[in-house]
């Protein structure tokens, strides 16, 4: 969706929001953004600095996620994180008691690491399509 939303020469928020017909995604994605503050984040954007988001569903979960991450161009080599690299999460659930409750669990999984992916290619302008997420060179 990033792809096509930088194709279009368009925020990917507003990109995914003029094209979600998913009235129940679309609230997760608008609760997402704004607890995350998307638009100043994407305004106020700093050197080595980007944010992405996404979102999706699985199961008859809806999640979105948004993240900052900052680039270490010093970090030539990949090493497996601990749980001492885990970033701070902002975890928020929204009550929908007018329909069937759904897993919550698993459902996150999916958004994580493509909106890494995007915010490295917000910070450098590079698309990354693989893991581990590092930079070339």
């Known amino acids: 969706m990033d792809e096509l939303a930088a194709a279009a020469g368009s925020d990917p928020l507003d990109f995914r ?8 995604l679309r609230a997760v994605l608008r609760e997402a953004t704004d607890r995350f503050g998307w638009q100043e984040k994407v305004q ?3 050197p080595d600095t980007g944010v992405g988001l996404a979102c999706g ?7 979105a996620a948004c993240v900052e991450i900052t680039i ?6 990949y090493r497996v994180p601990r749980f001492r690299d885990l970033p701070e999460l902002d975890i928020h659930l929204l009550n929908r008691p ?4 759904a897993g919550g669990g698993e ?5 994580l690491a493509p909106a890494i992916a995007n915010a490295v ?4 302008g590079q698309r990354i399509r693989q893991m581990p997420i590092r930079l070339p060179g």
Do not use: C, M, W
């Open 17 to 24: 929001l003029k094209h979600l017909d998913n009235d129940r």
């Open 44 to 46: 106020n954007r700093r």
């Open 57 to 63: 569903t699985e199961k008859g979960s809806y999640v």
């Open 72 to 77: 270490d161009r010093t970090q030539a080599d």
């Open 98 to 101: 007018d329909l069937p409750s």
């Open 107 to 111: 459902t996150p999984i999916i958004a």
């Open 121 to 124: 290619f917000h910070a450098t």
